[in-house]
């Protein structure tokens, strides 16, 4: 079974400049979950949607970011405009939605660099 | 409040022999999953085992087991027979079902098995 696609897996881009992160969950998954790792503040998530629905965006660092899943099979997180703090891993993860704190698969994760 | 707190930034042990990794939790729900992760230094972010607030029996894996101790609120991973691709950043975390979907990673500890 194919695992969460996570797409570019490395980008470079300059300050001010848009960045769109991709994501494909596992087919069946209906949560979908964006986190950011750095050294400084470790793994921490920015939002995630539950049936395509945005449930908690709390982490999203301010406006400059965006998600959106317009379908269960693909979701987007955009940096517009981008700045070198920026420069993280940003990993997409889903987990089905039973009865029960299921685990969460994650893709290779993206990392991105603002220079 | 550090919700997942691993106190071990480093660990070393020998191949074959068995480790334990640190992780103390802090909830006050009654239902709440516990997780372990690994991230090789190729990135990518593997599930390794999880524990239910309910389970009586602790979790194994493989080589993997989870030391669950409800009482003292921690959750230790222990890596029986440590081989050589186990060298990796080992993340535990916890998922507060159902309030919420989000998982709380800790910081994390970086094992090295060396021959």
């Known amino acids: ?115 | 409040a550090q919700k997942i707190t691993q106190t071990q930034p480093g660990m070393f042990v020998q191949e074959k022999e068995a480790v334990t990794l640190d992780c103390t939790y802090d909830t006050s729900d009654q239902s709440y999953g516990l997780f372990w992760y690994k991230q090789p230094s190729s990135g990518e972010m593997i599930f390794l085992i999880y524990q239910g607030s309910y389970d009586e029996q602790n979790a194994t894996e493989g080589r993997y087991s989870l030391n669950f101790q409800k009482a003292r609120k921690s959750a230790n991973l222990v890596i029986s027979a440590s081989q050589l691709g186990d060298s990796a950043m080992y993340f535990c975390a916890m998922r507060e079902w159902p309030n919420t979907d989000k998982l709380i990673f800790g910081t994390g500890t970086r094992l090295q098995v060396f021959p």
């Open chain 1, 1 to 115: 079974d194919a695992g969460v696609i996570q797409s570019p897996r490395h980008e470079v881009t300059e300050m001010g400049q848009e960045v769109t992160l991709r994501c494909k969950p596992i087919s069946g998954h209906n949560s979908l979950f964006w986190y950011r790792q750095t050294m400084m503040r470790g793994l921490e998530l920015l939002i995630y949607f539950n049936n395509n629905v945005p449930i908690d965006d709390s982490g999203m660092p301010e406006d400059r970011f965006s998600a959106k899943m317009p379908n269960a099979s693909f979701s987007t997180l955009k940096i517009q405009p981008s700045e070198p703090r920026d420069s993280a891993v940003y990993f997409c993860a889903s987990s089905p939605q039973r009865e029960g704190p299921e685990t969460q698969y994650f893709g290779p994760g993206t990392r991105l660099l603002v220079l």
